[in-house]
């Protein structure tokens, strides 16, 4: 059922716009209000899919109701209803967030048209919330350590600024999770978030992998093409293995943040980007500072927050959480009931030495699952996930 409110002071408009929409569709549930005030108070103690409210009513105007809705509950649709005086409002409303507006007396086309692609919309970003939701299901932080607080604590307090990021720790720790969180809590999470892996592209294309390039460039660049700083705008970028960059990179990488520019390869024309950097690196950056391998001055520009990621050997306590959420996301992927783990199992795994991290934890995890019995036993990890 769509919920649809109905706000309008004219009582025979009001029950002209109530009866049009309960007989357009059954699926329509119509609620009504005879002012703005009355509006405000259904809304807030009822979810609706679509509210049409008037402009020009007694005690709480149209404008006033879409204020405060916008505030209380910024998600609701609401079409604005207008005399023919009233058309500059209702244009200037929807810079306010209004979705749209009809006029008085209501063509019947015009208004139908506009309550279905209202409630279209709707559904539309209810799906794209739910989508949102599952992606960030696959880069849940897990763990109640110590450790773990304490970085979910560092995100809590630097997500919502644009302050630039290093994340330092061993491959397989999570330290794409950090960047993922960082970008799903900043005011940023509506625009794009761009994952490069320094260390996966061959030095000679980095340049162009990063800042584009324009045709002729070189012998393959058929075409101008964007580079991902300009993909992110808006948005993050996540440089990943920053720590295996050229050093002919690095040094546009530092033009970038300094002038928030860059130029295509093979062009000298400058292209602004608002972009927020976050970095990630395996490497000790200050040896690699010592041996002439990485820029002194680009480190300190990306640095500005450090958030150390622990590797799992430091962080034992959150292995049986960890072990959960693996089993379970393991059997939502293969349709199957998650297996359980003995504690006498679980206590083994949280005796070794995890080098791969917890990448290797899940692989371990999902072999035991594999070839274990229905719950997987000491015996098990002994035999199939030995060290």
């Known amino acids: ?66 204020e405060a809705v916008k505030k209380i509950k910024p998600e609701t649709t609401i079409v604005m209803i ?68 304490h ?29 993922h969180w960082l970008h799903k809590k900043s005011e940023r999470s509506t625009g794009p978030l761009i994952e490069v892996n320094c260390a996966a592209i061959p030095s000679e294309l980095i340049e162009s992998e990063l800042f584009g390039h324009v045709k002729g460039a070189f012998t393959s660049a058929v075409k101008d093409r964007a580079g991902r700083f300009e993909t992110a705008n808006g948005g993050t970028i996540f440089l990943d293995e920053i720590g295996d960059m050229s050093l002919s990179a690095q040094a546009k990488v530092l033009r970038a943040l300094q002038e928030s520019k860059v130029q295509r390869v093979g062009s000298d024309k400058d292209i602004k980007v608002d972009v927020r950097v976050i970095a990630a690196t395996n490497k000790n950056l200050s040896k690699e500072i010592e041996e002439g391998k990485f820029r002194e001055d680009l480190y300190h520009r990306l640095a500005v927050i450090l958030i150390q990621v622990p590797p799992l050997n430091d962080r034992r306590e959150d292995i049986p959480l960890l072990i959960e959420h693996f089993a379970t996301k393991i059997a939502e992927q293969n349709g199957t009931a998650p297996k359980s783990f003995s504690a006498k199992a679980i206590k083994r795994l949280q005796e070794y030495d995890w080098t791969g991290n917890i990448r290797e934890l899940r692989n371990v995890v999902e072999r035991l699952i594999i070839l274990g019995e229905k719950e997987v036993s000491e015996s098990d990890v002994k035999l199939f996930a030995s060290k």
């Open 151 to 179: 970085i979910k604590d560092m995100i809590e307090k630097v997500a919502a600024t644009d302050a630039r990021v290093l994340i330092t720790g061993p491959n397989g720790t999570g330290k794409e999770l950090v960047a």
């Open 82 to 149: 207008s005399g023919h005086g009233d058309l500059d409002t209702a244009v200037n409303t929807m810079r306010l967030g209004a979705f749209d507006y009809i006029s008085k007396p209501p063509d019947l086309n015009r208004l139908l048209n506009t309550v279905r692609i209202a409630l279209d919309r709707k559904e539309l970003v209810v799906e794209n919330k739910m989508l949102k939701k599952k992606v960030g299901k696959n880069y849940e932080m897990i763990g109640k350590s110590k450790a773990i607080s």
């Open 1 to 66: 059922m769509s919920k649809i409110l109905v706000i309008e002071d004219e009582a025979s408009i009001r029950r002209v716009l109530v009866k049009i929409l309960s007989e357009e569709n059954e699926a329509y549930q119509v609620d009504e209000a005879a002012d703005g005030l009355i509006g405000l108070e259904k809304i807030k103690k009822e979810d609706y899919d679509l509210v049409l409210c008037d402009i020009k009513m007694p005690k709480m105007d149209g404008v006033e109701v879409l």
